[in-house]
């Protein structure tokens, strides 16, 4: 199988021994504490599961600034987004010592990783846009990932950390969360050498499913990997447990058997378009996968990114650094030329007219209004839970 | 004049605003604060003179490393050595805030400087090898610059700070201790363009005192700084005080007036032998010398560095580094052949009979015996300030 991201194997920072975790969080009720913003939450359930192999913690300011840079930490390893705890108040913490990370996402803020303070940062005016407009393009509050990460506080906390838990992940999504260490040791007992990830934030369509039957079958693949995103949207996108439901509805009745597995993993989503689309390729290497679908306007938002900025950045990754290719895809529709679902690019004859194409505001619309999108456009299955929760809007 | 260093003008760091600086001492007595390291506290002083400029504050634990390896800041600054501030217990320190710092070397520890926390770091052991190894070449405890530099705290405080005195040095050493400003003031007055520094932590017998003369004729120089160290030494080294006496009794008698001047600055020495070189050359440079003498071992110890790699580490700075430049020198010393002082390079063929050669365990024992070394060899005048000293030990 794929190396994990260099390293030979992976390195998940959730303390698996169930006794030294059980000791772990009675101690961490003595120690001081912060709590967490969502994002540098989402980056310890990220760090818990493996997902970010080989990274041992937070970084600090100089790793997080060399990665916005230079898409490399100091000691040179290929990584495209900082991976940080930044807070607002660090009045009651001391470098050297151990602190209890608090969860901002479940009741209580119960502890969600023991941390190692190795350095306390303050990220200045300039350092922040620095690493702004490197990550996203932009400095515009208006981006949903510049407003998040900007708002998390200046000063930057780094060090190894323990992780205690998967926060509300395992309890919102039992069958459907899974670190890369399980999803690793599935494809191994499945046997599956080539596999193909599929990213998603959304339902998916029919343009969606057989974007995924083109993969499998365009790189000889021996499965799928739909891996949606769970932690935190902008606010209008569908929900993660409807995008479930309608996700494993369409695997079932319209994929193979042990061809496909539907997970998700533990994080808000960026909307660093190419930055976070390298992010989604490494962490899919560290899940075994050997190739990531990549379309048009991938982790995109607005227009801040070009159409094919997330796949045309992968070409400026030097030799080596990442094992995981991906499938470039263009948006794929319905042609009724064809009869069938084809990728745009590859039907240059086509008009606009030849496709079924409705616009995601229509599409909302239709659904609020109790009415299906015709079978081309979306599998009725599919049609009916999103139907059921526009309804009950 | 020479401009200072990565800068068109001096950046001293001590408050010369009276009344500023009256309110920032009031200020600073409801601050927490921290208790110098010697080291930590010199480097304050020089900042504070201006000796230091550009740089506005004790390093970061990412600048530090940088220079260590590269010689240069994160941000491309030419330095040869981390100016930080190292400290074993952060514990009632937050980063964000200001602080206090005391001076340890003056009764009662009084504030020398303010200072705004910008990041505390924990330096591994790791980190502080690489340091010792890139600054001293060996990471050996008996050498006195790495017992000092590794003696004062793993914890890493950077931050810019705001001086608020020059410690003890005016108070024992009022004529002799000089800010880089007072300095680049005196020569801008005296109209010299072309000075030469001469660095000395010793008193200066025959052999030193023509070596300043033979630079100023080789050079066509306006004047000669004498520029004393005013710090702390190993011990066995001569005090600054009967130093300062018998080098200003030796230019009173042998220098036309207004040709050298006699002045020192508040550090303590750290035997880094080429990198503090290449230090003395920086700080020169800031008090508007043209040109630093660098003899044989220049900052050595013991025999931790070749007789020259304190001259031939310049051949490596990148063009434009430094705008000083150095004057190479040997040993020098009296030929009876030639009835002159000469540098040892230029006799090649003379044996050593033809010099009057005295080592540095003969000339104590002399000296605190109240003998006086030939006048070859030390001025009289001089060799009585010395018999002074040795005889009250």
């Not at 169930?18 to 359930?45: G, T, Y």
């Not at 039957?213 to 499965?223: E, K, Q, V, W």
């Not at 794929?332 to 069938?340: E, G, H, I, P």
Request: aromatic share 8%; proline share 5%.
């Amino acid at each position: 199988m794929i190396q994990p991201h260099g390293n030979t194997s992976l390195n998940p920072l959730y303390i698996s021994d169930e006794i030294e975790r059980e000791s772990l969080i009675n101690e961490s009720q003595q120690l001081k504490s912060i709590l967490l913003s969502s994002m540098a939450a989402a980056n310890a359930v990220m760090l818990g599961g493996g997902y970010f192999t080989p990274l041992s913690g937070y970084m600090n300011l100089s790793d997080s600034l060399s990665v916005s840079q230079s898409l490399k930490t100091d000691d040179g390893l290929f990584w495209p987004i900082p991976i940080i705890n930044l807070v607002d108040d660090v009045s009651n913490i001391s470098c050297g010592e151990s602190i209890a990370l608090r969860d901002p996402n479940l009741e209580g803020n119960p502890v969600l990783a023991v941390m190692n303070v190795k350095s306390i940062e303050s990220v200045s005016d300039a350092d922040m846009s620095l690493m702004l407009e490197n990550i996203f393009g932009t400095v515009d509050k208006n981006h949903p990932g510049v407003a998040s990460f900007s708002n998390q506080g200046r000063f930057l906390i780094s060090g190894p950390i323990k992780v205690l838990n998967f926060s509300y992940f395992p309890i919102d999504f039992p069958d459907t969360f899974k670190t890369a260490y399980e999803i690793r040791n599935e494809i191994e007992i499945l046997g599956w050498d080539k596999v193909v990830a599929f990213q998603t934030r959304n339902p998916m369509h029919r343009a969606h499913e057989e974007l995924c039957r083109m993969a499998i079958s365009d790189l000889s693949a021996d499965g799928c990997l739909i891996h949606m995103l769970l932690g935190k949207l902008k606010s209008g996108d569908i929900p993660a447990n409807v995008r479930d439901a309608s996700i494993r509805k369409m695997v079932e009745i319209y994929f193979p058997p042990n061809t496909v597995m539907v997970t998700g993993y533990g994080f808000d989503m960026l909307y660093a378009g190419p930055r976070e689309a390298l992010l989604h390729a490494i962490f899919r290497q560290n899940c075994g996968c050997s190739h990531l679908i990549v379309g048009r306007d991938h982790a995109g938002v607005g227009d801040y990114y070009g159409a094919f900025d997330a796949q045309t950045i992968f070409d400026t990754v030097p030799d080596g650094a990442l094992k995981i290719d991906i499938y470039r895809a263009d948006h794929t529709a319905f042609s009724k030329k064809l009869n069938k679902v084809v990728m745009m690019k590859d039907a240059q004859d086509h008009s606009k007219d030849d496709f079924v194409l409705l616009s995601g505001t229509k599409v909302r619309e239709m659904l609020g209004n109790g009415i299906a999108p015709p079978p081309e456009f979306s599998r009725p299955e599919v049609a009916e839970i999103l139907m059921d929760y526009y309804k009950n809007l």
